[in-house]
């Protein structure tokens, strides 16, 4: 159960072995509410300044209690909808919302009461996936790539990425040998939508319509793509926030979209330089999947493949609640979930705090 975005929370169910046997089963998206996405902008505004990972200052304490619940009611209203009985379900994984991600300082910070949802659902619950990595000294993110692989069991391409745009975007690059390298990219849908929210009042941009409209300001694009983030090796993560677009300023608003959906692809591009082998193969999942101007800038840039999640047999909404799914059963057998060269932490590890049912 994954509710990393501002958009909603994603719950799917899946059987698995934690290994190579994953059998993929219902999933759906449960939508914010304005309201619910005001007070998680919010919590991101008061978490700036935390440096304790269980401080919970300003509105944090609250909007961790309220975003619980949200999941709660998610995951009982999924269990409804699909005749699924919660006594069924063996463990759930909890990603929570992470507020903060520091790495370089040993620090990140997901909202989410494990207790007091395995209280409320009766079941064993494994959250707080990322935390170990960080104090071993990884990226802590991203932890997907090992589901990746495992989904992947079945391509004829390789080597072959998975790209996952999100609020951030992240690729996962499997070799021919199952070989595992995995970083963020850069910005995916955050910046969009943050400039979309700010001149159209839509929290996205729809259809990448406006981005469409709009021409890329080279310029603008040069000066985002100078960050020095670009040139560092893997493994690297991003917080949301790293990238900001004041100096767009003055540009159009369908001018400023469509230089940061370039962006987004651009910084994609960038990264695949950065790969042992470039990829013969694009699986793109998450919501950028559905925006035909970032789709379209992909195709453009990169020297691939690149198709949408489902054009390969996968749910590209789902693929992230699936994952954490599939990481609460490695957590619970003790197999890793982070490796050298997917987070960049010294050894394999397996990571991820259990909670049962009082």
């Not at 990140?108 to 079941?123: C, F, H, I, K």
């Not at 589901?147 to 996952?164: I, K």
């Not at 469509?258 to 990829?279: C, K, Q």
Request: net charge negative; aromatic share 6%.
């Amino acid at each position: 159960m994954s509710g990393t975005s501002l958009d909603g929370i994603d719950v799917a169910l899946i059987a698995t072995d934690g290994a190579a046997a994953v059998q993929r089963g219902p999933s759906a998206t449960y939508a914010y509410t304005t309201a619910q996405q005001d007070l998680l902008r919010q919590a991101l505004q008061d978490a700036r300044g935390l440096t304790a990972r269980d401080d919970r200052p300003g509105i944090l304490a609250e909007a961790e209690q309220a975003l619980t619940g949200w999941h709660a009611e998610a995951v009982e209203k999924f269990a409804e909808e699909n005749h699924v009985s919660l006594k069924d379900i063996d463990v759930i994984g909890f990603h929570g919302q992470t507020v903060l991600h520091r790495p370089a300082g040993r620090l990140t910070v997901q909202l989410g009461l494990g207790e007091a949802l395995a209280r409320r659902l009766g079941r064993p619950v494994v959250f707080d996936l990322r935390a170990a990595d960080v104090a071993a000294g990884g990226q802590g993110a991203p932890l997907v790539p090992v589901y990746h692989r495992a989904l992947a069991a079945g391509l004829t391409e390789r080597p072959a990425a998975f790209l996952n745009v999100g609020g951030v975007a992240n690729m996962t690059w499997i070799g021919g040998d199952g070989e595992l390298v995995a970083f963020d990219t850069g910005p995916g849908n955050a910046l969009i939508n943050d400039w979309c929210q700010r001149f159209t009042g839509e929290a996205f941009d729809r259809d990448g319509r406006l981005a469409a409209s709009g021409m890329a300001d080279e310029q603008a694009l040069a000066r985002l793509l100078s960050h020095p983030y670009f040139t560092e090796p893997p493994p690297k993560s991003l917080d949301r926030n790293s990238f900001d677009s004041t100096f767009l300023e003055g540009l159009s608003p369908a001018d400023g979209a469509a230089t940061l959906t370039r962006f987004t692809a651009a910084a994609v591009a960038a990264s695949a330089g950065l790969l042992p082998v470039p990829p013969k193969l694009y699986i793109v999942c998450g919501g950028g999947r559905l925006n035909p101007t970032l789709m379209r800038d992909l195709r453009q840039l990169l020297q691939a493949s690149v198709i949408e999640a489902e054009k390969a047999g996968l749910n590209g909404d789902s693929m992230e609640a699936e994952a954490w799914a599939y990481l609460a059963v490695r957590s619970l057998r003790g197999l890793a979930i982070s490796f050298p060269g997917t987070t960049g932490v010294p050894g394999p590890l397996s990571g991820g705090r259990l909670v049962a049912p009082a």
